[in-house]
């Protein structure tokens, strides 16, 4: 009998995790996916799930000392990540996954996805950009797939990640430039949108990453 896939949902109170779990295991029922979805701070729990989700919002430097706060828990991310284990970041969730982050001051990310997370800078247009927006998808990829004809996402932030690789980049959003919308490295993805708030494209975006063997994608 095929053992349930066990995602880790990370709580260190970064917000969204309730809404972020109900989305995941909906993705996983909408794939006929058998899985258990845990919000959980146990480090023990995070270093034995098959995939990781970190949401995130609010502002870097805070969410980046709750992960520290928690004894164990950013190493089981790094030590669990490391070893293959795919990892979803969504919001701030991705944005720490940067160098560093510029929002109250200069605080170190995790370092998988070059560049940084600096205030927008969106000339005649509100901040935060709150709200439906376009994805242009750069690069065929499992995350990605299935998404149709201009796939939207629903975005809250007024910070953004700049300067980064173009070969991380998996999908970008206009607002006054071009903003990174998906990022992926390796095991490693994020999304600046909201997956769990952005209905469709939210739930095929998860299923895939249910799915994905990012082994088989190199």
């Known amino acids: 009998m095929t053992q349930p896939l066990s995602i880790a949902v990370v709580d260190y109170e970064g917000g969204n995790l309730a809404s972020a779990a109900r989305a995941a295991l909906r993705a996983a029922e909408l794939s006929g996916i058998t899985a258990n979805v845990v919000i959980t701070n146990e480090p023990a729990a995070v270093r034995q799930a098959d995939r990781i989700i970190l949401p995130g919002q609010g502002a870097f430097a805070d969410c980046a000392r709750g992960l520290e706060a928690i004894p164990g828990l950013k190493d089981s991310i790094l030590n669990a990540t490391a070893n293959g284990t795919p990892f979803l970041g969504i919001c701030v969730g991705m944005?720490?996954?940067?160098?560093?982050?510029?929002?109250?001051?200069?605080?170190?990310?995790?370092?998988?996805?070059?560049?940084?997370?600096?205030?927008?800078?969106?000339?005649?247009?509100?901040?935060?950009?709150?709200?439906?927006?376009?994805?242009?998808?750069?690069?065929?990829?499992?995350?990605?797939?299935?998404?149709?004809?201009?796939?939207?996402?629903?975005?809250?932030?007024?910070?953004?990640?700049?300067?980064?690789?173009?070969?991380?980049?998996?999908?970008?959003?206009?607002?006054?430039?071009?903003?990174?919308?998906?990022?992926?490295?390796?095991?490693?993805a994020g999304t600046q949108f909201h997956v769990e708030k952005s209905q469709t494209v939210g739930l095929k975006i998860l299923a895939n990453f249910l799915r994905w063997n990012p082994k088989a994608s190199v």
């Open 95 to 188: 944005q720490l996954m940067a160098e560093r982050g510029r929002e109250h001051g200069v605080t170190e990310g995790f370092g998988w996805i070059p560049g940084e997370i600096t205030q927008m800078e969106a000339t005649g247009l509100r901040l935060p950009q709150m709200g439906w927006n376009e994805l242009e998808l750069h690069t065929q990829h499992p995350l990605t797939q299935g998404l149709g004809d201009a796939p939207h996402g629903y975005f809250v932030h007024s910070y953004a990640l700049q300067n980064t690789a173009a070969d991380v980049l998996l999908a970008t959003t206009d607002y006054d430039g071009s903003v990174p919308a998906i990022v992926c490295k390796g095991n490693v």
